[in-house]
């Protein structure tokens, strides 16, 4: 049994996170850590954000949610035509309209996904042309048609024309071919929309002698593309797509091509996705390098390829694209200690002297390493800087992930050679990390509260009819991602059980946060005991396979000392088991930086006082926003809390209200991300020592949140209230909450459930629909799990609008949609309906108004 947990001197504490110091000199480290360095003098040009991709990413128009997307700043996405037979669902014009209204940039459209076998069915260059001029007049014709790029073949050197072949005359006449098929798709893409922007040649992988021959013909015959397309799928990349890259622009040159765009329009593996670690060695060599690049699509479409858990809740790999979206100014270079090496530590570093912030991003390797920043311009930063580091966990493709745990904030003095070295020791692989340099003022950091933690692997623990087996690796690329590698599975005997022994610095309540697997069909559950007494269930919630882990956390009382916790086969599935953590049980204040918000107008950052996040403080005027990524554990009331120089408004939901500075607001958070928006009262003032200079402006240091999400003031209503018309109707069941659910509900115009809700004040209130749905489309497909969503009409006096509901992959996992809605004092009607397909079943819709 291997515990990570470090000793520290208060056990209270302690963690099992990495443990952070700053100092002003490499010196002050570990003499065994490795180096990464960041040269804030040696720009690379402008933040692109262009690895931030993902192929089938949407799945339908609110999958993910708007509050899951729009922070990301996604640049492109790829997916299939619209009415393509390929999957059930991800449709170009479809999802382009949640895509583009949260800031989204290009869509790719595969074209041959019109097809619906895999490989794609060959018929011939005369069929393939009549699905080209459709889809050509479809995407000319859709709104922001400008933003759609056209991929009109998809792995041609596998796929239809065998470039990958060693013989070279074989090569030469399938070359030929894939040629002349290039050249009379483009030509015939061009004639009807003569602006319309090609990418190919989209390969499986970089090969040298395609590209040459390719761009050589392309050029010749006036077909070139207007963005190169190539995907990286292997371990292995990560060591050679330097070389790939560099050696594609040699071709460039070489022929007389000017630079084209570059998007790598499918990277990484299963065992790579969500993981944060795996994500920041892929991240930062096509940042460096300045190239787009799409995540892969191994499992179901609609959760940004594993990033988004459900439909809105942050896991690990979510937050570490968040913080991708947050740099700003230019990318700076960074040295690794291991360049253009598998599984090693890799990084990416923005410079922004407007915003006087450096930011690191780095992962990929566990152990000790020193992030040593140099070129440190004192007219930027001064003399000190505050340093603020925050880890990003593996939580799973399923699991849920708060806020960042911020493990340190210091202050450290600019070394007389200009450089701030910050040691960083015990990093875990799967981890990312942000390191963020900003000028430090008068005052201290509140010190970060980092509660005490251990994690047990299950395959080191004592099993009893249980199995052993390898996940994802390195020679098993696309094996799921699992912590150590391993799992223990097949624990379906009624014997079956993992005993893991573990140990605590006090006795309290501890969080057990478990990852596992269950694709039993149904919700599964495992028996819990402490020493062999005081058992409780553990109910685990379908996941899509058994290996595509979720977590679920559960409190557990335990005394000081060494102790025995088993989980047992329970009454219902079973469940592969992967790791445990145990975790002091706190209610600490997340405090979300203002300076490190999402800004719109031109506000100032002012770092004059350095107390309380340390981050200083964003000076809002007239116009002025800035927007918080707010997660929420469950569905539920928590306290926000602006910390501000004078009133600012808060805006949730579509409602507006108004906050005191320091005074708390007691507002409803829907479970995952909540886009707060922060806006100047408009009230003259302004606090001595919070920079405040204009009659409109307000000082803005942090949003804090607190709260386990409590319902108080939410009024329930369970299916059995409803009014059903049409054919749908009450079924029992024992996973609903109250034991039935509104089943055949849809499919026709008649088919109504009608709420008669009691508002106790008018305005604007969160509908939370309880829900499960397990449609799926099987096309055959070799490795794509084929869900579908299913939507329903949402009717509220006169206003309607349409609520898409995600696959929850079983007809009996409950999960919930959080609706704004706007209410009369009194009585509503709220009616659900879809008149032409099935809506999903409905297990209660809860009511709660915005502030409560």
Do not use: C
Request: proline fraction near 5%; charged fraction near 20%; avoid cysteine.
């Amino acid at each position: 049994m291997s515990v990570t947990a470090e000793a520290q001197p208060d056990p209270a504490s302690a963690s099992a996170s990495a443990s952070v110091s700053a100092s002003a000199s490499v010196s002050a480290s570990a003499s065994a850590a490795v180096r990464l360095t960041v040269d804030l003098d040696a720009s690379e040009g402008a933040v692109m954000r262009g690895a931030n991709g993902a192929l089938y990413g949407l799945s339908d128009d609110g999958v993910p949610s708007d509050a899951a997307l729009a922070p990301l700043k996604v640049t492109s996405v790829s997916q299939k035509p619209e009415g393509g037979l390929q999957h059930p669902n991800g449709d170009a014009v479809t999802v382009s309209k949640s895509f583009l209204r949260n800031g989204g940039g290009d869509v790719l459209v595969l074209m041959q996904d019109m097809y619906q076998k895999w490989p794609y069915e060959d018929l011939g260059i005369e069929d393939y042309l009549t699905k080209v001029d459709r889809i050509t007049k479809d995407l000319a014709e859709a709104p922001d048609s400008e933003h759609f790029v056209h991929v009109p073949f998809n792995e041609p050197d596998q796929i239809w024309y065998n470039l990958g072949v060693a013989d070279q005359a074989a090569y030469e006449k399938n070359r030929d071919r894939f040629l002349r098929d290039w050249k009379t798709v483009v030509d015939r893409i061009r004639a009807i929309d003569p602006d319309a922007r090609i990418a190919g040649p989209n390969e499986s992988g970089y090969h040298t002698r395609l590209l040459t021959d390719f761009l050589a013909f392309a050029k010749r015959e006036n077909v070139l593309p207007y963005l190169t397309t190539w995907h990286e799928l292997g371990p292995d990349s990560l060591r050679d797509f330097q070389a790939h890259y560099d050696d594609y622009r040699a071709i460039e040159k070489t022929l007389g091509i000017d630079p084209l765009p570059i998007n790598i329009d499918e990277y990484a593996n299963r065992r790579d996705l969500s993981v944060p670690g795996q994500l920041a060695q892929w991240v930062s060599m096509f940042e460096r390098n300045k190239v787009y690049a799409n995540q892969a699509y191994w499992d179901a479409a609609g959760n940004l390829s594993g990033n988004v858990v459900r439909t809105n809740i942050p896991n690990g790999g979510w937050w570490f694209f968040r913080w991708y979206a947050g740099l700003t100014g230019d990318t700076v270079r960074v040295t690794p200690p291991s360049p253009n090496t598998v599984d090693s530590l890799q990084g990416l570093a923005s410079y922004d002297t407007g915003r006087r912030q450096a930011q690191v991003l780095l992962g990929g390797a566990a152990g000790d390493a020193d992030v040593v920043v140099r070129h440190v311009d004192p007219k930027v930063f001064g003399r000190t800087v505050t340093a603020t580091v925050a880890e990003a966990t593996w939580s799973g493709y399923e699991g849920a992930h708060p806020a960042p745990q911020v493990l340190k904030r210091v202050k450290a003095r600019v070394a007389a050679d200009g450089t701030v070295t910050v040691p960083l020791t015990g990093l875990h692989q799967m981890s990312a990390y942000r390191v963020v340099l900003t000028p430090a003022g008068s005052g201290t950091p509140a010190a970060a509260h980092v509660p005490w933690s251990a994690s047990y692997e299950a395959e080191e623990a004592t099993i009893t009819d249980g199995r052993v087996d390898t996940q994802g690796t390195v020679s098993n690329a696309n094996g799921y991602a699992t912590s150590g590698t391993k799992d223990v599975g097949s624990l379906n005997s009624p014997t079956s059980k993992v005993e893991f022994a573990v140990s605590v610095p006090r006795t309290d309540t501890y969080g057990l946060s478990i990852l596992y697997g269950n694709q039993s069909g149904t919700p599964s559950t495992q028996l819990l005991s402490v020493d062999g007494e005081t058992v409780t269930t553990v109910t685990y919630p379908s996941t899509e396979n058994w290996t595509y882990r979720g977590r679920r956390t559960v409190p557990v009382t335990l005394t000081e000392g060494s102790h025995t916790l088993t989980l047992a086969k329970g009454d219902t599935g079973e469940a592969t088991l992967d790791r445990v953590d145990l975790t002091a049980r706190t209610t600490p204040t997340t405090s979300y930086e203002a300076t490190l918000a999402d800004i719109s107008g031109s506000p100032a950052y002012d770092y004059r006082d350095a107390s309380g996040t340390g981050t200083g403080a964003l000076r809002l005027g007239h116009g002025d926003k800035a927007v918080f990524d707010v997660y929420a554990p469950r569905d539920g009331y928590f306290t926000l809390t602006p910390r501000a120089s004078d009133t600012v408004r808060l805006s949730l939901h579509g409602e507006t209200v108004t906050a005191r500075p320091d005074k708390a607001l007691r507002l409803y958070l829907v479970a995952g991300n909540n886009r707060v928006t922060a806006t100047s009262s408009g009230r003259a003032g302004g606090l001595e020592g919070w920079g405040g200079s204009g009659a409109s402006e307000v000082s803005l240091r942090s949003l804090d949140v607190t709260g386990s999400g409590s319902t108080r003031g939410t009024l329930t209503y369970e299916g059995a209230a409803a009014t059903l018309a049409g054919g749908a109707e009450l079924v029992d069941s024992p996973f609903a909450s109250a034991g039935s659910y509104i089943g055949r509900l849809g499919n026709s115009a008649a088919s109504t459930a009608q709420f008669r809700v009691e508002a106790p004040e008018p305005g604007r209130y969160v509908l939370v629909v309880s829900y499960a749905n397990n449609d799926r489309r099987d096309n055959g497909h070799a490795y794509n799990t084929d869900i579908v969503s299913r939507t329903a009409t949402v009717t509220v006096g006169s206003k309607s609008q349409s609520v898409t509901f995600k696959n929850t992959w079983s007809w009996d996992d409950y999960w919930t949609i959080g609706v704004p809605v706007t209410l009369a004092k009194g009585t509503n009607t709220i009616t659900f309906a879809n008149a032409s397909a099935w809506a999903p079943n409905m297990d209660k819709v809860e009511l709660a108004p915005v502030r409560g």
